[in-house]
C-alpha cells in the first residue's frame, strides 16, 4: 500500500509542477494578463478543474513552493546553530534567499503585474503567524507573544528592503542589528 500512496504523491508533484512550469513559461513569453488558465491547463494536459485542485489562482501558479518557503522560516529558527540566536539566524535566511534570488526576468514579471506583486507581497506576510509561533516556542514565550509576533513581521517584512536595497548583505546586517538591540538612540 505504500508503494501505492508513494507514487500517487510522485503524480501529484509531477502534476502540480507540469502546471507552474507550463504557467511560468506562458507567463514570460507572452504575459502574464494574456494567458488564460485554460491555456495553462491545456499546455500541462490536465483539466481547468484540475488546475484549480492544486492552484486556488491563476497568480498561485507563479509562486508554488510557498509551504516550502513557510518550512524553511520555521527550521530556520528551529535549527539555528548553537550561540546563534533567533535574529540571527533570520537575518542569515532571509540574506540566503536574497542571494538565490529568482531570475532578473522572473522578477521583472512579478514587479510587472500589480496582481502579481500584491499576491507575493501577501504570501510572503502570511507566514507570519508560523513564524510568530515559532520564535515563541524557542523563547519560551506564551504563543500569541506580542513580541514575538512583531519581531516575525519585521523580519518577513524587511525582506523587501533587503532585496531592494543596492547592497543586500549591508542592509540585513543594519536591519537585524537594529532589531537585535531594540530601536534605541545611541
Known sequence: ?????GRRERKKAQT????????????L??????????????????????????????????FDQDEDIEEALVGAVHGRPPGFTVVDALREHLLRLAESSPSD???????????LRDYARRMWMRHETKLARAIA???GAPEGDV????????????????????????????????????????
Open 105 to 115: 526576468e522572473f522578477l521583472s514579471l512579478i514587479e510587472s503585474e500589480p496582481a
Open 1 to 5: 500500500m505504500t508503494e501505492v500512496t
Open 16 to 27: 502540480r509542477k507540469a502546471l507552474a512550469d507550463a504557467a511560468l513559461e506562458l507567463f
Open 137 to 139: 516556542k524557542e523563547m
Open 29 to 62: 513569453d507572452r504575459g502574464y494578463e494574456k494567458v488564460g488558465v485554460k491555456e495553462i491547463a491545456d499546455a500541462a494536459d490536465v483539466s481547468v478543474t484540475t488546475l484549480f485542485k492544486y492552484f486556488p489562482s491563476k497568480e498561485a501558479l507563479v
Open 147 to 186: 513580541a514575538c509576533a512583531a519581531l516575525a513581521r519585521f523580519a518577513l517584512a524587511s525582506r523587501e528592503l533587503i532585496l531592494a536595497h543596492e547592497h543586500p548583505r549591508r542592509a540585513a546586517e543594519e536591519i537585524f542589528a537594529r532589531l537585535q538591540r531594540g530601536w534605541r538612540t545611541e
